[in-house]
């Protein structure tokens, strides 16, 4: 099980590679740059609060089995 | 693209279930030249515990974890490379991981794709035996993708996989068993993990620009591992600007299964061969609500403080609620088999002042 999880995610990754990959260049961009100044308001940041993201992500991983797929977290524990 | 240059000093409080643990977290990034930027971290928690887990079993205890970073992003053309080495110390848990990205802004800037790998060394060790030192190594595969959709909309899809292995345990908890001959009626034996654990999980997050100023963001997460957790994870967010203000506010719902091994209270000693009463690995359902608000005191308009551009503090408060399904509350003393439930109430408080420049 665990072996065949490892595998899956190995292959996915690659597939996401390649797929990224092949299609440069053909694609034309359907937002052009001078569409984008909503996108550019601080309110759209996805992260604009480094700091703060990683702390509340380090708490969700010290009271809660799950973890990850919310992007990078530090180590340690402190968590009893 | 480089992360603008900032700093960020920052309070963080979490006080809940009788453990209050507290400290502060400076960050800061600069550019150097026009493709490299250098990042620094240093983050302390201050942690007091009394909580449910050490009341019935251990005593309480003070301690602190300090943890460091620093890491390396270089910009070249579209693609960003980025190093980072981590390292945090306990009086008896250290960890240290380095990791790597490769970022690649494609399709006119549509599409990032990042490739991520980080690679944790972990030394475990208990405080009341100095022989104790267990490892526990750890690998993070990790595939995010950013996609600008619409004029108003963004997207994230996050993809990410850990293996561990190693020492899982935590070495202080015990699971109870089944005891007649106990007053009680049950008594105590160490956990016994399994020493690998691997999960996967996927994240999807959208950000919509509403038709006036403000903007509005869903996220679920999907995780699934190899002790047989499987979660769900959905939020809600909504962020509204006012003069110089910002404030947002959050739902955030988790809902997990319990893993294999666990059990709040075993038939016997030694039932099964991997034993667990952690309850972080039990069945539960977990509710945040989010309330934050930003003010700008500094803005990007020519009147800056020397150097710096932009400033901005930042309060915000976490209220999380904690439903364990298969997670007595032995405090209360009552009979075998009429505990009640434990839940968990905990208040997430953060203040920070972040610097542009």
């Not at chain 2, 403000?214 to 591992?225: K, M, N, Q, V």
Request: with cysteine; proline share 4%.
């Amino acid at each position: 099980m665990e072996k065949r999880v490892t595998r899956t995610g190995r292959i996915l990754l690659t597939v996401l590679v390649l797929a990224g990959l092949s299609g440069c260049g053909s694609i034309e961009p359907w937002v052009k740059p001078y569409e984008r100044d909503k996108l550019a308001d601080p309110i759209m940041a996805l992260d604009g609060d480094p700091v703060s993201t990683a702390y509340i992500q380090h708490v969700y991983e010290a009271r809660e089995g799950a973890r990850g797929g919310e992007g990078a977290a530090g180590g340690g524990c402190g968590c009893n | 693209m480089l992360p603008d240059d900032r700093a960020d000093v920052l309070y963080h409080r979490y006080d809940g279930g009788d453990v209050t643990i507290d400290g502060p977290s400076i960050l800061v990034r600069k550019k150097a030249g026009k493709s490299l930027s250098f990042v620094g971290n240093y983050y302390v928690d201050m942690i007091s515990s009394a909580s449910i887990d050490v009341i019935t079993t251990a005593s309480p205890y003070t301690e602190e974890r300090t943890q460091w970073s620093m890491g390396m992003d270089y910009l070249r053309g579209n693609t960003t490379m980025s190093v980072n080495y981590t390292s945090s110390e306990e009086s008896d848990f250290d960890a240290e991981t380095v990791s790597f990205s490769v970022s690649q802004d494609m399709f006119g800037d549509l599409t990032t794709l990042t490739l991520s790998y980080a690679l944790g060394d972990d030394l475990v060790r208990k405080s009341d035996d100095p022989t104790f030192e267990e490892p526990l190594d750890r690998q993070i595969y990790g595939v995010g993708l950013t996609q600008i959709l619409t004029k108003n909309l963004i997207s994230t899809l996050n993809f990410e996989t850990i293996t561990e292995e190693g020492y899982l345990n935590n070495p202080y908890r015990s699971v109870r068993y089944f005891d007649p001959n106990s007053e009680l009626g049950y008594s105590y034996e160490g956990e016994l993990y399994p020493n690998t654990r691997t999960s996967t999980a996927v994240g999807v997050r959208l950000r919509y620009f509403l038709p006036y100023r403000a903007a509005i963001e869903g996220e679920y997460r999907f995780f699934t591992d190899t002790w047989d957790i499987d979660g769900n994870t959905f939020a809600l967010s909504y962020i509204h600007p006012w003069k110089e203000w910002t404030f947002t506010g959050k739902f955030r719902y988790h809902d997990q299964t319990g893993a294999h091994f666990y059990r709040d209270l075993f038939a016997r000693s030694e039932e099964t061969n991997f034993r667990g009463r952690d309850k972080e690995l039990s069945e539960l359902t977990s509710y945040t609500l989010m309330m934050q608000a930003a003010y700008e005191f500094l803005r990007d308009d020519g009147n800056d403080w020397g150097f710096i551009k932009r400033g901005k503090v930042t309060a915000s408060l976490n209220l999380l609620h904690v439903d364990y399904h298969d997670f007595s509350d032995l405090s209360a003393g009552q009979p075998l088999g009429e505990e009640p439930l434990y839940d968990l109430d905990a208040n997430i408080f953060q203040i920070y002042f972040s610097f542009f420049y």
